[in-house]
């Protein structure tokens, strides 16, 4: 009778361990479903040139890209086809790759130093972006504050206007936290939108 | 950890500053009067000039007698009284405000150096013009003007210019192997850098009577002399040494006729909120900065206008002023703020020249610190955080802990008052570009515990910029122009004084 009692007891336990384990894991799926991508958040991809035609075929998004204004003091969302990717992590890539490609319009100049490119991207759990660039973004920059905040804040403002469930972009140069860029704009820590520079 | 060790180098560098009783070479106060100069030695206590309240019975007579923890100084039949550890002095019946306490130490007792101007001449009646770089003390009218020397060296010539405040006729005159610079006055306040080196000047000091001696160098051939009134409260006296080849030799030419001036009085008066300056000369060594299209480097540029506004501010306002840097060296933006900090700078003014991918982009601007999400948070943490350490001799004090990188989210109101007025002293002088004043997360300014602000005085990119840049015109503009900001700064300061 005792004995009986004991393993009800136990079996009690046991099915309120299992359910509660349901239940927390549970909940914690849904509640990262909606602020979470539906792939993995955390993530890390290698910055692989895409293959020869892929940029050309398939679907593309409509994308803001920013670029110096006319009179070099702004920024200027332009609008580009960028190729749909799989995924945040994807679609940050091709984002900055665009921005790192794409001719400016005529009126307007690129921010960011010929020949620089993308080493690698990722994602924090706090939706942060990290973009790792090569030290070309230094070597090769002209200087200056004004300049150097359009190149920060071109990066910044293009990956947070498209991907507006990111909240901030810090900028990694070969790799490592990089103090600053021309030697002004602190890229110590994450960086939010700038609305100021835009036209 | 990273931030424990920040905390940690602070916390040992208020011990250290704690710690400053005493040390180094024994300095002292020039005492300038009538009856002569002497000598009255100062000493330290935690970083501030004090003086010792018996070695004034000498040149003032005063008698003392110490009663129930104070201290009454009696002279002329006027009576002060002091208290130990208290800023407020009664001098003759009026309170006044001292900018450090009164420190008995060892059965004396000591006033901060403003005790001197502030209270003790007031209360006997006598004029005391304190001149704290130079620790010269001025008694009654004698006529000390300041001069600041600044020698700028070309390939060609070096040019060895002399700012005078209050105005004062000065004459040049050629002798064997020098030159003999004789000013109209009592005595000289006188300011001379280090010399660099170069073949024109081989030294500069003070000669007999009221004089400036330059000792000529190897390739010293003739001089030219001018003196110019850049505003009513100061004179300016400029001496070129050039080679032998050139034949041009003569005396001061008479000075331009006075512009009228709407500036405010530049008088130095004594100010509570505003006694010393950090002036940081952007990039430096392997940092070049932006390059000019004729190859002008801004660190070269920026560090010329720093030291032309050192100049001014040393003449004209009596101010303490420090560079972050006075030669071509890389200096950490860490070290920069540091620097600043451990000067107990007032106001920090970072000066840089501007870049741009397309030529025709001019003008000046100024940014104050940008607040990133991390800075509104570090904000409330540098108002909340306070802690109460164990005071020397006792007791407790409460000292502010501020975490080095969000040091400057406490003063973005007073930064962005300070940018607004170098703004407009800048609008007043030269071309600014079409976005003067901006917020930006500049790495120089984060760490600075004081109202700070970055200055770009030029697009070293555009062609006619460039050359601006280089002359020295445009950088006493600039200078003019950032001196201008800091009389009305102080002004601001003073009135939110309590």
Do not use: C
């Not at chain 1, 940029?55 to 998004?61: F, L, M, N, R, V």
């Not at chain 1, 909240?167 to 490592?176: H, K, M, N, Y």
């Amino acid at each position: 009778m005792t004995i009986r009692r004991v393993l009800m007891g136990v079996a009690a336990v046991v099915a309120a361990a299992v359910f509660g384990w349901l239940v927390m894991t549970g909940l914690g799926r849904l509640l990262r479903a909606p602020a979470a991508p539906p792939e993995e958040p955390v993530a890390e991809v290698p910055a692989v040139a895409p293959p020869e035609g892929t940029a050309t075929e398939g679907p593309k998004i409509k994308a803001t890209l920013f670029f110096a204004s006319e009179d070099g003091q702004r920024l200027v969302g332009v609008q580009q086809d960028v190729p749909l990717a799989e995924g945040t992590v994807a679609q940050a890539r091709a984002l900055i790759e665009a921005l790192l490609s794409v001719p400016a319009p005529s009126a307007y100049s690129s921010t960011v130093p010929p020949g620089t490119t993308l080493r690698g991207l990722y994602v924090s759990d706090r939706f942060e972006v990290f973009v790792d660039l090569d030290a070309t973004v230094r070597t090769r920059h002209p200087g200056g504050s004004m300049q150097e905040l359009l190149t920060v804040y071109s990066v910044v403002n293009t990956l947070l206007v498209n991907l507006p469930t990111m909240t901030e972009v810090q900028i990694l140069i070969d790799g490592r936290e990089a103090d600053s860029l021309a030697g002004h704009v602190d890229l110590r820590r994450p960086l939010r939108k700038n609305e100021g520079l835009i036209q | 950890m990273r931030r424990t060790t920040r905390a940690l180098a602070l916390l040992l560098a208020l011990a250290a500053a704690t710690n400053g009783w005493g040390q180094g070479a024994t300095p002292s106060l020039s005492l300038l009067s009538r009856e002569g100069r002497r000598a009255l030695p100062i000493t330290v206590i935690n970083n501030q000039d004090y003086i010792a309240v018996d070695e004034l019975a000498g040149p003032f007579g005063t008698a003392s007698r110490e009663a129930a923890g104070g201290l009454t100084l009696t002279a002329r039949g006027r009576t002060l009284i002091l208290t130990a550890d208290q800023n407020l002095v009664s001098a003759a019946g009026r309170l006044v405000s001292l900018p450090a306490p009164v420190v008995r130490r060892d059965n004396r007792w000591y006033v901060p150096l403003d005790f001197l101007p502030r209270a003790l001449g007031p209360a006997l009646d006598l004029r005391l013009d304190l001149r704290r770089p130079a620790r010269l003390l001025v008694m009654g009218d004698l006529r000390v003007p300041r001069i600041v020397t600044r020698i700028d060296s070309g390939s060609t010539n070096v040019s060895v210019t002399f700012e005078i405040t209050p105005v004062t006729p000065a004459k040049v005159s050629a002798e064997a192997g020098r030159l003999v610079v004789q000013f109209d006055a009592d005595a000289l306040d006188l300011l001379i850098p280090p010399l660099p080196q170069q073949p024109f000047v081989s030294s500069i000091a003070p000669g007999e009577g009221n004089t400036v001696v330059i000792a000529t160098g190897p390739r010293y051939g003739a001089y030219r002399s001018s003196s110019s009134q850049p505003d009513a409260s100061s004179s300016r006296l400029t001496i070129d040494l050039m080679p032998s080849t050139s034949d041009l030799a003569g005396a001061v030419p008479p000075a331009p006729p006075l512009p009228v001036d709407i500036r405010p009085s530049v008088t130095p008066t004594p100010s509570t909120g505003l006694r010393t300056v950090v002036i940081d000369p952007g990039h430096g060594g392997d940092e070049l900065g932006a390059q000019g299209p004729r190859g002008t480097l801004e660190k070269d540029i920026t560090l010329a206008v720093s030291r032309r506004l050192r100049t001014m501010i040393e003449s004209r306002l009596g101010l303490r002023v420090f560079l972050t840097r006075d030669d071509d060296r890389t200096v950490p933006h860490d070290d920069r703020s540091a620097f600043a900090n451990n000067h107990q700078a007032d106001v920090f003014l970072s000066i840089h020249a501007n870049a741009a991918v397309r030529p025709f982009i001019k003008g000046a601007e100024v940014y104050y610190l940008s607040v990133e999400r991390a800075d509104a948070e570090a904000r409330k943490r540098a108002d909340d955080a306070a802690i109460v350490l164990p005071a020397l001799g006792g007791g407790t004090r409460t000292i502010d802990l501020i975490l080095w990188e969000t040091a400057q989210a406490r003063f973005l109101e007073q930064s962005s008052q300070l940018a607004g007025l170098v703004e407009a002293g800048l609008r007043a002088k030269v071309e600014m570009s079409p976005r003067a004043v901006q917020q930006a997360p500049f790495r120089v300014l984060v760490g600075a515990n004081m109202p700070a602000a970055l200055v770009e005085i030029g697009y070293l990119s555009n062609p006619d910029q460039e050359q601006q840049l280089t002359s020295a015109a445009y950088q006493d503009r600039i200078a003019e122009s950032l001196l201008d900001a800091l009389v009305k700064f102080r002004a601001l300061l003073d009135r939110g004084a309590p």
